[in-house]
């Protein structure tokens, strides 16, 4: 199957023509800096509140559009600026990254998580790349280390539940992953805590194979117990394909570096077994969650269609098709690509769309909040440029 | 307009007949006591860990029904049940109460706010009226004291938000007014903290009368200001026009035993704004989350079509068409009534759904959940059949 309907040049030009230009336009804070993420359909702002997370996330995309595709100083001027805000607003006293901030930069929220630092990291190393900056090195250093410090030291942020029944979710690890190799991608293979980045990532797959992927019920869990046994209540359950599928092209990515089989066929593995778990066969598109043995799930939106696993699993298609070869890849491909750009993207606006029911209608036409900016739909239009362009993404 | 097709027949039947051996015979835990409520849509259990709310609710549901139904010993039974269980399991060492457990009264998690506490109070206060029993009052008592405090005393949880930009909720205080009226009307109008529970629900209403309900906007906010001032950012525009609705019925509730014209006509404004906000012209039923001036909202299931709302809105309409004789409300209770049981309900297992997509099609079939059980279905059924019949709800 030929993959010359969706090839580089449909990709670059969403990127280029279509969604960068819609967030400088529209998300740029030319006043405080920074993006402001929550806009309406047209561009217009509906809240001037600004996540933390994209200001790592924005900053990541433009510093590494000006690393990868153009050293346009817009893009630099905007990675930097979104840097500088970080720096300027986004710690707290303790160290600790807040979740959300005013447009001023005040903090509104601090959460448990440290996903802020993951995020700022991969924004502080690009932006050391692209503008020669030392000292950002250092803050993408720090950032890592506390994600890490957070994310992996018990009773090192408050406990969501009483220790009854303790669980571990896969979003550290996985972030982690993407974490550790846009580090060494921009800074090298740095030695973090006494680990290379590349050892960070073998102990993070490390630590999914071994826990989280069940190669006999064809499932990446999203939550479990921790030596890795399943536990069986509603949140124990609750599989979100979108978020395995972007963990398998993570392992793909890194297998597809290192030359590593074994590697490729456990992101195949994941890839293959939770298309089949998430792929809706009636309306077409991706359930958000799903439970591990096809009951019911409890979290309202678990069947709508979110714009984010869609570009995760555009990613993780052509990036299986490449490195295997294999016919259903490109045709998975085509397939979640096809749906995608139907459904999600705004012809007279520019952008994607968000939310949509089920079915494939929009539920909210508005094309950012404190969970989407330019990040994951201008990440996967990169990505898959590169990659279907012949350049080592 | 005749209210003869909805009368208190119908929904005496559904109460006697569907929903409460529903609960009796799939949801009562008759090994460790209490409710079990994450129920697949044939009864059978999905998860066996307990609400902490549906303890209380559970139980104040079924004492209820013995108080003013019939005395049927296995509806105290049950209700004792969870009395039972909410004072063995649920307290943690602090006092304050965990807001699920596991299936044997294991603590799983702890929140910030305090609705297990009202919850408790009303199942203690009406186990006290159907069982005699004087600890059961002083536990009522204690419970509604630790509601209060922990709703209102500044500094008593963990803040969820940074002190920039200071924000309350309707939440606490319509569920005082509720807990309130439900501990007078089963302990008589005993003081607490030096007011009577009549004193109580002035208070609540004069905050909401005063802060939350905008007569110029025709809106009841769900959040605002210290001072009642429009936070205009998404969260502080989100309006949940079932809640607001649930408060106008509470709020009429108050007025229909005073006789009192200026609650009533409150509790009718509080309606008519939020049916005109809420209902869905286009699909019908009510709308999750509506944003204050027509803008997108953030929250994802902000069209979806949840049990609770209806059964707010059809003791809302039936109550307003009662107290006022108008004719709107009589029309706008039969058209929530049928689109309600239309939609909802289940005629091969019984029972509702629970969530629906917008246009009114089963999101997922579950009976129950952390937050669906033994209450506000049966509570519609019950309220209107007495309402209705010409007793005194």
Sequence with gaps: ??????????????????????????GLDKSHGGFITALDRDG???DTDKSVWFQGRG?????????????????????????????????????????SVTREGLPLRMRRYAFSESFA?????????????????????????????????PGATPAKYE???????????????????????????????GRSCTEWIDGFIAEIRQDFFKEDLAVLMETVAPDGSIIDHLEGRTLNPGHAIECAWFILHEAK?????????????????????????????????RD???KPVQEYWQDMKFWWPHCEAIIATALAWKMTAEARYAAWHQQVHDWSFQHFSDPVHGEWYGYLHRDGRVSQPAKGNLFKGPFHLPRMLWYCD????????
Tied chains: 1, 2.
């Design 59 to 99: 900053g990541w995309m433009f510093a590494t559009l000006y690393n990868t595709v153009d050293a346009r100083e817009e893009w630099l001027a905007a990675a930097i600026s979104c840097g500088d805000f970080l720096r300027t607003h986004c710690f707290a006293p303790d160290g600790k990254m807040y979740f």
């Design 292 to 294: 591990l043995y096809g």
């Design 121 to 153: 990291a991969i924004a502080f190393a690009a932006i050391a790349r692209a503008a020669g900056d030392e000292a950002a090195k250092d803050d993408a250093l720090r950032c890592f280390r506390a994600f890490i410090h957070y994310s992996f030291t």
């Design 257 to 289: 570096q290192r030359g590593d089989a074994a590697l490729t066929q456990l992101g195949c593995q994941i890839l293959d077994a939770m298309w089949a778990r998430g792929w809706d066969q009636e309306c077409g598109g991706l359930f958000y969650f």
């Design 1 to 26: 199957m030929s993959m010359s309907v969706v090839g580089s040049v449909f990709y670059r030009k969403a990127l280029l023509e279509d969604v960068v230009p819609f967030w400088l336009r529209n």
């Design 386 to 393: 590169r990659l279907l362009g012949g350049v080592d993404a």
């Design 44 to 46: 217009s702002v509906l």
């Design 163 to 193: 220790p009854t029944r303790p669980a571990k979710g896969i979003g550290p690890l996985m972030i982690g992953i993407v974490t550790a190799q846009e580090l060494r991608e921009n800074l090298g293979d740095v030695v973090v805590n």
